[in-house]
């Protein structure tokens, strides 16, 4: 397509870089429907009727805009902001600043043409929502149930305990809206039942998979699945100094967090992992180390059972 619109994409507001042939259009737009519609506007001033429109994950905040425009038949692809990168480290770009970064969006766009995005179907979308707010709800909880220790006058002790007991009552009702969200598609309970086949991975994990990685069709290799959670290994060296090796941190940062204690869990329940994190810390591995390796292989397995369609098979990686 001749017609590439980038989008950087922020909380408040997005930034465009609109390119036709060798011409160039930037303008900022609130991040809301009300700036899917002038967007819309801007681009058929242009004549623009349908253009491949890339921006990077973000971890929710480029929703609106890709819902939106897919939505007026606009192509849509997400980025991984990994890839961005590595495209401005290849053009030698020093300038960072919102109009620049939606111009190298546009500019990579142009140049490797990403797949198209599709959205996921609306059970799926429901499931990401609640799962989402299932988060926050928990961390709220924490975060009262922090403050209610630390001793306060008697009316913020009752103030506090009363917002605990108003979240523990919502994250029982979030809780239960997903399991009958389970209960009606009988699909998305299938790929529940196929996860927590692995052990280490209970049901609330599994949702939050299933809510983070909406179509695993999409993935071709276990190792994309990595990458777009920010698992894949990442070689630093430079000249004689010793390799080191960490993950890239550039993706799905729920995804990661989702996978954190239950490959704690797994190293004490799943032979596989277990063996995988001894070996590392037998090799001097920090233990950190080697339970990010763990994290990583519950999502490769987590690929494998959903790309099969068939459960964990205990003897795998046995023999």
Not at 53 to 70: D, I, K, Q, R, S
Not at 134 to 163: A, C, I, P, Y
Not at 246 to 251: D, M, N, Q
Not at 295 to 306: C, I, P
Request: aromatic share 6%; net charge positive; charged share 25%.
């Amino acid at each position: 397509m001749e017609e590439i619109l980038g989008l950087d994409v922020g909380k408040d507001d997005i930034h465009a870089a609109l390119l036709v042939g060798e011409r160039t259009w930037s303008k900022s737009f609130p991040n809301s429907k009300r700036g899917v519609t002038q967007i819309a506007a801007w681009l058929t001033n242009r004549k623009v009727n349908r253009a491949h429109v890339c921006m990077e994950a973000t971890g929710g905040y480029e929703e609106v805009m890709a819902y939106g425009l897919h939505q007026l038949g606009h192509v849509v692809s997400i980025i991984n902001p990994g890839q961005i990168k590595a495209f401005a480290q290849s053009e030698l770009l020093r300038s960072k600043t919102d109009a620049v970064d939606a111009g190298l969006i546009a500019r990579f766009c142009r140049s490797h043409n990403p797949d198209p995005w599709n959205p996921p179907a609306k059970e799926i979308r429901e499931l990401q929502a609640l799962v989402r707010r299932l988060e926050s709800l928990q961390d709220m909880l924490s975060m009262e149930r922090n403050r209610l220790e630390r001793g306060f006058s008697e009316t913020v002790v009752r103030s506090v305990k009363e917002h605990i007991s108003y979240l523990e009552s919502e994250i029982e009702a979030v809780e239960e809206e997903i399991s009958d969200l389970f209960d009606r598609h009988s699909g998305l309970r299938s790929q529940r039942d196929l996860l927590t086949s692995i052990p280490g991975i209970a049901e609330a994990t599994a949702a939050k998979i299933l809510g983070e990685i909406p179509d695993i069709s999409e993935y071709r290799s276990s190792k994309s699945v990595a990458a777009f959670a920010g698992l894949s290994p990442h070689i630093v060296q430079s000249g004689k100094s010793r390799p080191r090796t960490k993950i890239s941190k550039a993706g799905n940062s729920r995804l990661r967090r989702a996978l954190y204690f239950p490959a704690m869990s797994s190293v004490r329940c799943n032979p596989l992992t277990a063996a995988l994190y001894k070996r590392l810390v037998a090799a001097g591995k920090p233990k950190m180390v080697a339970l990010i390796a763990v994290m990583r292989k519950l999502l490769v397995l987590a690929y494998g059972v959903l790309k099969s369609r068939q459960p964990f098979d205990p003897a795998y990686g046995a023999a």
